[in-house]
């Protein structure tokens, strides 16, 4: 599956007003790193259509809470995205991660299990 930017898949074209998703900017950025675990910041920023400064706040977040791991690679960071973390929402808390990246990212699935 091919990624793009944000503004190229949106269904209502770039620079919509009423732009809104069903997923928030942290499940979009937690998804693209499972895609693509050595991406650059600015390509996450690029593909879910936030700044930056946006998207390197929103990866502080992920790191914190536990669901993603930051490693140093030279000049380049690499992601690896936790299983079996619950998802946050008290409507979903009988609900794992792992369920969300099975049916969003499914190589991402074969890749931890592997």
């Known amino acids: 599956m091919a990624t793009q930017d944000f503004e190229a898949e ?11 998703t069903f997923l928030t900017n942290h499940a979009h950025v937690l998804l693209t790193i499972a895609r693509d ?3 650059r910041m600015r ?3 690029a593909r879910v259509g936030v700044t930056e400064r946006a998207a390197q706040k929103i990866v502080a977040d992920l790191v914190e809470a536990g669901y993603i791991t930051r490693l140093r690679a030279g000049r380049r960071n690499s992601y690896t995205v936790a299983t079996g973390r ?7 808390s009988g609900h794992e991660l792992d369920e969300l990246l099975a049916v969003l990212v ?7 299990e592997g």
């Open 10 to 20: 949106s269904p209502r074209g770039p620079g919509s007003e009423n732009r809104w």
């Open 86 to 92: 619950p998802l946050r929402h008290p409507l979903d």
């Open 43 to 45: 390509d996450v920023a």
């Open 106 to 112: 499914p190589e991402s699935t074969a890749r931890a």
């Open 37 to 39: 675990p050595q991406i």
